[in-house]
């Protein structure tokens, strides 16, 4: 199956830092997604992105499929932004990284 | 349109006990996937169900099993319960079989205690 690797397991942020999440993958993939785990434990949906770039308000994530990377970068960080983030690729099932967990200080 | 939900959301059991967790997808999605996530070993795929089927089958033992009704609902149980199966149990749905091109959609879990 397809191995997924995040970098940094974790960082410390400063309300209002900038930050880049990384996600390389082993083979090629059809479908890379971005998800935020809540302090509930439920995975929220951030990006679908299996190639190129795409932004939602202050999160925007870039897939480069031909070098097997992706980046999730978050401006502006609020406290709310803290919690763990996966990035996860496909074979017939997702296979997920061991997550960054972000903590964003007041 | 309503998300995935799963029920129970909490659960406590007891060694050599069994369990059946229950997902229902999102309206007109008809696949659904199960994924086991413990500490120590992160997010790990159970198996997936498309229109009543098995499709794919993660490396679990025989006594993780599942199953779909003609509604699209899916139900796991898992018998003889071992220590090691507490942990956060999550069902994602999508529209098409596999998650090939398509995006998956997470429920919030059933969180399983074992003692």
């Known amino acids: 199956g397809i191995q997924v690797e995040q970098s940094p397991p974790d960082l410390i942020l400063q309300e209002g830092a900038n930050s880049t999440l990384r996600c390389n993958f082993s083979d090629s993939v059809n479908n890379l997604q971005w998800f935020h785990q809540n302090p509930w434990g439920q995975l929220i949906n951030l990006f679908y992105i299996p190639s190129g770039t795409k932004q939602n308000g202050r999160l925007s994530a870039t897939t480069v499929a031909t070098e097997r990377y992706s980046l999730l970068y978050i401006s502006s960080s609020q406290t709310t932004d803290s919690g763990v983030y996966f990035c996860a690729a496909n074979d017939y099932k997702l296979s997920f990284g061991a997550g960054t967990t972000v903590t964003v200080r007041a | 349109k309503a998300g995935v939900t799963q029920t129970p959301r909490y659960l406590i059991k007891t060694r050599g006990q069994q369990v059946t967790l229950s997902c229902s997808p999102i309206?007109?999605?008809?696949?659904v996937s199960w994924y086991q996530q413990t500490p120590g070993q992160g997010l790990q795929f159970l198996f997936e169900?498309?229109?009543?089927?098995?499709?794919n089958k993660g490396n679990f033992p025989g006594r993780f099993s599942g199953r779909q009704f003609s509604n699209s609902r899916s139900e796991m149980n898992v018998s003889t319960l071992e220590l090691g199966d507490s942990a956060l149990y999550l069902c994602?749905?999508?529209?098409?079989?596999?998650?090939?091109?398509?995006?998956?959609?997470f429920g919030p879990g059933t969180r399983l205690t074992v003692l």
């Open positions: 994602a749905s999508s529209a098409t079989s596999g998650a090939s091109t398509d995006t998956q959609y």
């Open positions: 309206s007109g999605h008809r696949s």
């Open positions: 169900y498309f229109s009543e089927t098995q499709r």
